[in-house]
Nanobody, 118 residues
Framework: QVQLVESGGGLVQPGGSLRLSCAAS????????MGWYRQAPGKQRELVAT???????NSAESVKGRFTVSRDDAKNTVYLQMNSLKPEDTAVYYC????????????WGQGTQVTVSS
């Protein structure tokens, strides 16, 4: 089994910054893609940004130029640096990882709340 533990959410004013972290632990032989999704009230979960094991990144148009996804494979951790935050970025942010243990499975973290408000 694999666990993903997120940290770094909170309340921030518009224009501010936050950094989210997500550490994977458990029966891990390899981690393929890692990334972040978010879900605002009344909306579907959407992709924010992902990074492959080779370092290729993909991000939503709404966050390009403001958010940066990165990973530290030595720590099995993925980060999301969020700058120039807007009220519409308010959501629960979920970490996601595709992990090979005995089998390859897709895992989710428990979610961390990010609220952008003055």
């Amino acid at each position: 089994q694999v666990q993903l533990v997120e940290s770094g959410g909170g309340l921030v004013q518009p224009g501010g910054s936050l950094r989210l972290s997500c550490a994977a632990s458990g029966s891990i032989r390899a981690i393929y893609a890692m990334g972040w999704y978010r879900q605002a009230p009344g909306k579907q979960r959407e992709l924010v940004a992902t990074v492959t094991s080779g370092g290729s990144t993909n991000s939503a148009e709404s966050v390009k130029g403001r958010f940066t996804v990165s990973r530290d494979d030595a720590k099995n951790t993925v980060y999301l640096q969020m700058n120039s935050l807007k009220p519409e970025d308010t959501a629960v942010y979920y970490c996601n990882a595709v992990v090979r243990g005995v089998l390859v499975n897709n895992y989710w973290g428990q979610g961390t709340q990010v609220t952008v408000s003055s």
